[in-house]
């Protein structure tokens, strides 16, 4: 069950990261340009991978933890 929770957490936050990227270039191109414009949703894109990397490394890193803890 453990694993279930820690991917169902994992899935949260990575949602929540998607909107929150979503928001804040939404937020960036409405102040400085046209949401049509390409760049917009290369930096949805790219901004969302990033965050998902880091959340992955996370997790791989706190699964890691447990295992030699033995929990």
């Not at 909107?19 to 937020?27: A, R, W």
């Not at 290369?42 to 699964?63: H, I, P, T």
């Amino acid at each position: 069950m453990s694993g279930f929770l820690s991917w169902l957490r994992f899935g949260v936050i990575a949602a929540a990261s998607l909107l929150g990227v979503l928001f804040l270039t939404h937020y960036v191109a409405i102040t400085y340009a046209e949401l049509d414009e390409p760049w917009f949703w290369g930096v949805v894109v790219c901004g969302f991978s990033v965050v998902v990397s880091v959340l992955a490394m996370g997790k791989e890193q706190n699964d890691e933890d447990r295992r030699l803890s033995g929990d």
